[in-house]
């Protein structure tokens, strides 16, 4: 599996406008991981998180919310 432009564009789009964000104003990334949906297609699940201390210990990418970067952790 790897990071292709639509997996970061949705990642993008869920991370900065998503209603959920607002449950976690403080975070400063996104923690995912890729895996597949339920059809077979190349999706990702995660959520809100610190990169100075990670709650997500298991995740892969972040995508940093104020420099919108993405960056392979594991």
């Known amino acids: 599996m790897r ?3 639509r997996i970061k564009r949705d ?4 991370a ?3 209603i959920y964000r607002l449950n976690a104003k403080t975070a400063d990334c996104y ?3 890729l895996c597949y949906n339920a059809s077979g297609k190349l999706d990702f699940e995660g ?13 892969q990418y ?3 919310l104020h420099s919108r ?3 392979r952790i594991r």
């Open 3 to 5: 990071l292709s432009k």
């Open 11 to 14: 990642v993008e789009k869920h």
């Open 16 to 18: 900065i406008g998503s």
């Open 31 to 33: 923690a995912f991981n």
């Open 47 to 59: 959520g809100w998180d610190w990169s100075d201390d990670l709650i997500d210990k298991e995740a």
């Open 62 to 64: 972040l995508f940093l």
């Open 69 to 71: 970067e993405f960056k």
